[in-house]
């Protein structure tokens, strides 16, 4: 029967264009295939029930796994009885080389958490709202003389974007020196998979968790020179600077008095670039790829933008008046959450999760990029609609169904100062331009140590204004 066009745009209209995601297996995988799979790609290793069940059961040689979907699950895990589930059990094991794992091992974590949660305050924050203008106005600049026909990767873009950010965050004036070694320092760890053949492997994972240290050491060594070069510069200057640097330099133990050491200040500035950098650049790559695949979409924003800024320059004070730029950003880290995977949890006693025994010792795993896919949680989870998080549907669904941030003492550390740069972000560059994915780019979403676009994001400015 022939379909009238109309009839045509309105199914096209409900079930959108097919966004990328890799395929389930139908069946779970064996477990030899399971851990090559999941090294490729984490998130196409999960068997379709995973997006089905409310809590999966596993077990992988030694290692018992549950991974949770229930929101009051979630709720049990990360909050109600946060303290029996221990991050850093595993991953100095499994990610060794990632930045994340000295700042999260659980013995020095409420402490760097304080140190870091105050040096990070709302007021600093919000501080670094100009310069996050300065920056993308900056990136405008370096685009006005481009053709309208280049191919450029804008995920390469906006990692620069959001190194330049994070540079200056931490490091203010010596900005310039800092991005080629935090540069140099970053590119190993983005391109490490979450999990290893060798993880698993009874004998060998211990000199490969080893070994792996040591990678990690040398790639972050570069970085850790640095950072106690300008702490002694400063030290010597005896200036105090309005950056994280700075801020964690004055930060006093709170017993003790003492300031911090220069390694426990390494560590902690670490552990943000390593935690924010990637996220903010690959958060915007998928954004401008879901804006590029839904026009009716992408011209709601630039309405809400022309109205409500009449062609000037965003800021903060704008931010509460852009309510579908923001449905835009959530929606979109909801379809491609950064962050893909929480830190794997290590029961330390016996739990009862939603009426399933959690034994001493198991991994609990909380995966947002399955529970913000989860069939029973999302109508219509595989398509794009920004709707969801307006106010009038947003309150309609469990806090714990979308974790983009992830929830409860662990929650994300700068998920407001995010939520204001990606919205400056967006709402500066989205008045200038609409970016259209090249004709026949392949789009993969790879999930290593977060969620990459596997072959980059080629893409070509369209001015316009
Ligand atoms: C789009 C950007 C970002 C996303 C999606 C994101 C996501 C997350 C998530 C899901 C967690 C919790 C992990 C878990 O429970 O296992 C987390 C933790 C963390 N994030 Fe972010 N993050 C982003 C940007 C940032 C930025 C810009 C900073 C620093 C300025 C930051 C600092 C941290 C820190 C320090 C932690 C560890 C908190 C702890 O364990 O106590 N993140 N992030």
């Known amino acids: 029967m022939l379909q009238r066009t109309s009839d045509i745009q309105a199914e096209t209209r409900r079930h959108g264009p097919v966004l990328a995601a890799p395929l389930p297996p139908a069946a779970p995988l064996p477990i030899l295939k399971y851990i090559c799979a999941a090294r490729r790609n984490a998130v196409a290793a999960f068997h379709a029930d995973v997006y089905r069940e409310w809590i999966v059961e596993t077990k992988l040689w030694k290692l018992h796994t549950f991974i949770v979907n229930d929101p009051a699950g979630i709720r049990r895990v990360l909050i109600d009885n946060a303290d029996n589930y221990i991050k850093g059990t595993i991953e100095p094991r499994i990610a060794s080389a990632s930045s994340r794992a000295d700042f999260i091992a659980n013995n020095k974590w409420r402490d760097r958490r304080r140190t870091m949660s105050s040096a990070l305050n709302h007021r600093c924050m919000f501080g670094n709202a100009a310069m996050v203008f300065d920056s993308t106005q900056a990136l405008l600049?370096?685009?006005?003389?481009?053709?309208?026909?280049?191919?450029?990767?804008?995920?390469?873009?906006?990692?620069?974007?959001?190194?330049?950010?994070?540079?200056?965050?931490?490091?203010?004036?010596?900005?310039?020196?800092?991005?080629?070694?935090?540069?140099?320092?970053?590119?190993?760890?983005?391109?490490?998979?979450?999990?290893?053949?060798?993880?698993?492997?009874?004998?060998?994972?211990?000199?490969?968790?080893?070994?792996?240290?040591?990678?990690?050491?040398?790639?972050?060594?570069?970085?850790?020179?640095?950072?106690?070069?300008?702490?002694?510069?400063?030290?010597?200057?005896?200036?105090?600077?309005?950056?994280?640097?700075?801020?964690?330099?004055?930060?006093?133990?709170?017993?003790?008095?003492?300031?911090?050491?220069?390694?426990?200040i390494q560590t902690q500035i670490v552990t943000v670039i390593g935690a924010g950098q990637?996220?903010?650049?690959?958060?915007?790559?998928?954004?401008?790829?879901?804006?590029?695949?839904?026009?009716?979409?992408?011209?709601?924003?630039?309405?809400?933008?022309?109205?409500?800024?009449?062609?000037?320059?965003?800021?903060?004070?704008?931010?509460?008046?852009?309510?579908?730029?923001r449905a835009v950003i959530e929606e979109s880290l909801r379809l491609y959450p950064p962050l893909h995977t929480l830190a794997w949890r290590g029961a330390i006693d016996d739990d009862e999760v939603c009426g399933v025994k959690i034994p001493k010792g198991a991994t609990v795993t909380i995966v947002p990029w399955v529970l913000h896919?989860?069939?029973?949680?999302?109508?219509?989870?595989?398509?794009?609609?920004?709707?969801?998080?307006?106010?009038?549907?947003?309150?309609?669904?469990?806090?714990?169904?979308?974790?983009?941030?992830?929830?409860?003492?662990?929650?994300?550390?700068?998920?407001?100062?995010?939520?204001?740069?990606?919205?400056?972000?967006?709402?500066?560059?989205?008045?200038?331009?609409r970016l259209r994915l090249l004709a026949d780019h392949p789009v993969e979403p790879q999930g290593l140590t977060a969620l990459k676009p596997r072959y980059g994001m080629k893409m070509t400015l369209e001015k316009r204004r």
Not at 284 to 294: G, V
Request: proline share 5%; with cysteine.
């Open 141 to 264: 600049e370096e685009w006005k003389p481009l053709a309208a026909h280049l191919v450029f990767d804008i995920s390469s873009e906006m990692a620069r974007l959001a190194l330049g950010i994070m540079s200056q965050v931490v490091f203010s004036s010596d900005r310039a020196e800092s991005m080629p070694v935090l540069e140099h320092a970053l590119a190993r760890v983005h391109a490490e998979p979450l999990v290893n053949l060798l993880d698993f492997a009874p004998l060998l994972s211990r000199p490969w968790a080893a070994y792996k240290r040591n990678c990690a050491h040398r790639a972050f060594s570069r970085l850790t020179a640095f950072i106690h070069e300008v702490i002694r510069k400063r030290s010597v200057a005896n200036a105090d600077y309005d950056d994280l640097l700075g801020r964690l330099m004055q930060e006093r133990n709170a017993e003790t008095a003492h300031s911090l050491s220069t390694e426990e």
């Open 278 to 325: 990637q996220s903010i650049g690959l958060a915007l790559t998928w954004i401008w790829y879901l804006l590029s695949q839904h026009s009716v979409e992408e011209a709601r924003l630039h309405a809400e933008l022309d109205e409500v800024l009449a062609g000037r320059v965003a800021g903060i004070e704008d931010i509460a008046r852009l309510p579908y730029t």
């Open 373 to 433: 896919r989860h069939t029973k949680l999302w109508d219509r989870p595989a398509e794009f609609d920004p709707g969801r998080f307006s106010p009038e549907q947003g309150t309609a669904r469990s806090r714990y169904a979308y974790l983009p941030f992830g929830a409860g003492p662990r929650v994300c550390i700068g998920a407001s100062f995010v939520m204001t740069a990606i919205s400056l972000i967006l709402a500066t560059i989205a008045q200038r331009y």
